[in-house]
């Protein structure tokens, strides 16, 4: 059966669809079969992979309405084994709508849970807020994954977002474990990076990611293109730290699996793909 890994951080800005596309990505490239769902009404993730805009399309709002079947809502995605349930605006709306509705907290798990012996990894990309489609995405999942910022604030936010785990845990999903913390727009040439970087380890010891997210212009410019960084420019430090970040997961539950080569049509890091423009150090990720 496959894991449900949500991708949650109530701060914004943090980098959490950017993790959640290319965690999900460089997982398949790595030849494991990957569903994406964007949990999010601003469908970030959706446009990330290069899905336009179609009010027609079924949707995750669909599956938490109980309107479509998650098999009815896959869509596939350039990689051969990765594939996508995406968003609508309407989602936004099902925070009311599921209010008063039954079993609300387990829409999601209940839509998911026939996919989870096709697919090896199910990554949820939340919305930046504990509203009612967090609450979903984390009775869902398996784990979280918390992507932050090496700030003071970053810090302070992620207590809240421990809490939230806890309380969920002890009534909805006692299952519910931290994946691990991923720190992204990492600069480690600044000592407060460090400072927070060494901090996380104290507090979190092994759950703290071994594989951070530098800042990385590509990892910024590859959302506009509708492609993942693995595919706009697999030689960038960005694309090539989520290709670690996803072999360090994999590696905890398919060992055997992060000696696979990447999936047909995807280049080896370190080769550049036909066209794609050269790594150039930037502002933000």
């Known amino acids: 059966m496959g894991r449900v890994i949500a991708v949650a951080n109530q701060k914004g800005g943090v980098g959490k669809t950017t993790t959640a596309i290319n965690l999900a990505s ?34 995750t709002y ?18 051969e084994q990765l594939w996508i349930i995406p968003s609508h605006k309407n989602l936004i709306g099902a925070n009311l709508e599921l209010v008063e509705a039954e079993r609300r907290e387990y829409r999601l ?19 930046p807020a504990l ?12 784990s979280v994954l918390i992507p932050m910022q090496a700030e003071y604030f970053a810090l302070e936010g992620i207590s809240e977002l421990l809490d939230t785990i ?23 040439r600044t000592s407060l990076a460090k400072q927070v970087s060494a901090e996380l380890k104290k507090y979190f010891g092994e759950k703290l990611c071994a594989t951070s997210i530098p800042r990385n212009i590509r990892l910024a410019e590859a959302p506009s293109h509708g492609k993942p960084a693995l595919l706009y420019d697999v030689r960038s430090r960005g694309a090539e730290s989520y290709i670690r970040l996803a072999k360090e997961i994999i590696a905890h539950y398919f060992p055997q699996a992060t000696d696979a080569p990447p999936a047909a049509g995807t280049p080896e890091p370190g080769t550049p793909e036909e066209g794609a423009p050269t790594e150039e150090m930037g502002k933000t990720a």
């Not at 009404?41 to 079924?58: H, T």
């Not at 806890?166 to 480690?188: H, K, Q, S, W, Y």
């Open 109 to 127: 798990r209940d839509a998911i849970e026939p996919l989870r012996d096709r697919f090896q990894f199910i990554v949820l990309d939340c919305p």
């Open 62 to 79: 669909h599956l938490l309405m109980g309107a479509a079947s998650g098999e009815e809502a896959l869509q596939r995605t350039e990689l």
């Open 26 to 59: 460089s997982f398949a490239a790595a030849e494991v079969n990957t569903l994406l769902i964007d949990c999010d009404p601003q469908s970030n993730a959706s446009s990330g992979m290069g899905l336009v805009k179609d009010p027609e399309r079924i949707s």
């Open 131 to 142: 509203d009612l489609l967090t609450l979903n995405s984390l009775v869902a999942a398996d």
């Open 166 to 188: 806890e309380r969920i845990r002890a009534g909805l999903n006692p299952e519910l474990a931290v994946e691990g913390v991923v720190l992204t727009m990492f600069d480690d």
